[in-house]
């Protein structure tokens, strides 16, 4: 049987969630804690890479395996063998050859900034501190032209080798919710780190160092160079996924939209 579990994490004490030989991932993590569940060896394929000290907000994991409890009670049985920085919220049986990378359609991830002179220890690790204010209209009028269809090699690092740097940006928006500015994006797909580096390209548009349609010329150069920084891990969630071909998920709207991500204060 194919089971799909919905799960969160806080992925501060983890060096991202695939399997690394010396290293604590979140891949590693949960498949020891279903291993020690079943009492049987177990893959678990993910939604998605997040690199070391990123967060999700919603997750989706799948394996394969034998098993007799309800898909209600599978939660808590899996939660019970996992630190408290993960939490399994859901499960559900799903057809055979269900992957939860290969049928998602959409993922967006949040970013968070805090602006302002004073940080908050609380939200250090959940949360960019950024010293200064910042202009969330410009910023709001920077993100929209990154959405579309369009080669994103200016706003990626050089990581694992892809057959193309072109993607699909179906929204991209700044916002103020409380004392944080949050940045979010949608796509079909994201090159390493492309959501940190159009975060640090539109802290850039909200400090005033660059025009919003700065962007379109930034986009074209195709140079790394030309674009803002990559910002620290600790402010970037996956938030929301789409799985449109798989209605056993539907019970967990999974792309309904929940606000401010890690129970930050706002």
């Avoid at 939660?79 to 359609?105: E, K, Q, W, Y």
């Avoid at 916002?175 to 850039?204: E, W």
């Avoid at 674009?227 to 799985?243: N, S």
Wanted: charged share 20%; aromatic share 10%; proline share 6%.
């Amino acid at each position: 049987m194919n089971t799909a579990i919905i799960l969160s994490y806080d992925g501060t004490a983890y060096h991202g969630w695939q399997t690394q030989r010396n290293a604590s991932s979140v891949q590693q993590t949960v498949t020891e804690a279903l291993a020690s569940l079943l009492g049987q060896d177990v893959s678990v394929s993910g939604v998605g890479r997040t690199d070391a000290g990123v967060h999700a907000r919603r997750y989706v994991a799948n394996f394969h395996g034998t098993h007799t409890i309800p898909m209600d009670r599978l939660p808590f049985a899996i939660n019970a063998h996992l630190p408290m920085d993960i939490a399994v919220s859901g499960a559900a049986l799903v057809p055979d050859d269900f992957d939860a990378r290969f049928n998602c359609t959409r993922k967006e991830y949040t970013y968070l900034i805090a602006p302002g002179k004073i940080r908050d220890p609380f939200a250090v690790s959940r949360s960019y501190f950024y010293p200064y204010s910042l202009d969330v209209d410009a910023m709001q009028q920077a993100a929209q032209y990154f959405i579309g269809k369009k080669d994103f090699a200016a706003v990626r690092s050089v990581g694992t080798p892809v057959k193309s740097t072109v993607r699909e940006i179906f929204t991209c928006s700044v916002d103020a919710v409380g004392a944080l500015v949050r940045i979010r994006v949608s796509a079909d797909g994201f090159l390493y780190n492309m959501v940190r580096a159009i975060s640090g390209t539109l802290l850039y548009a909200g400090q005033g160092k660059f025009r919003p349609e700065d962007i379109t010329r930034i986009l074209a150069s195709c140079d790394r160079e030309q674009a803002g920084p990559t910002l620290p891990p600790q402010g970037l969630y996956m938030t929301r996924l789409w799985y449109d071909t798989t209605p056993e998920l539907d019970q967990f709207h999974l792309a309904a939209d929940e606000g401010v991500p890690g129970g930050l204060p706002i």
